[in-house]
Nanobody, 118 residues
C-alpha cells in the first residue's frame, strides 16, 4: 500500500492550493479517504473525508465552504482544493485511507506542509 501527498507549499492569506493524495495497493472504490492536519503543538484535526463507494463527503466546520475534496477513480487519487486560505490553516496535511465500514484509518501518507502567510 502506498499513499503519497503532494501539492503543499507557501501561500499568502486568501490564496489557494490543491493537495493531491495518490494511492495504490488497495481497492480504491472500497475505501474512504480522509484528510487530516496537524499544526505544531496542536492535536491532529480531521479536515475532510470522501467515501469512494457512495461519494458522501464530510468537512470540518473550520474549512466548510472553503475546502472541497474530490476523487479521480481512474487515477486512484483524491484531491483537496483549498481556497480562501487563512494563517490558521498552516499545518502538515496528511491523507489516510480506511475501509468504508471501518472507523479506523489503516493507511497513512507522509504528509505535505502547507504554510499560509499573513
Amino acid at each position: 500500500v502506498r499513499i503519497v501527498e503532494s501539492g503543499g507549499g507557501v501561500v499568502q492569506a486568501g490564496g489557494s492550493l490543491r493537495l493531491s493524495c495518490a494511492t495504490s495497493g488497495f481497492t480504491f472504490g472500497d475505501y474512504t479517504i480522509g484528510w487530516f492536519r496537524q499544526a505544531p503543538g496542536k492535536e491532529r484535526e480531521a479536515v475532510s473525508c470522501l467515501s469512494n463507494r457512495d461519494g458522501i463527503r464530510y468537512y470540518a466546520d473550520s474549512v466548510k465552504g472553503r475546502f472541497t475534496t474530490s476523487s479521480d477513480n481512474a487515477k486512484n487519487t483524491v484531491y483537496l482544493e483549498m481556497n480562501s486560505l487563512k494563517p490558521e490553516d498552516t499545518a502538515a496535511y496528511y491523507c489516510a485511507a480506511r475501509r468504508d465500514w471501518s472507523s479506523r484509518y489503516d493507511y497513512w501518507g507522509q504528509g505535505t506542509q502547507v504554510t499560509v502567510s499573513s
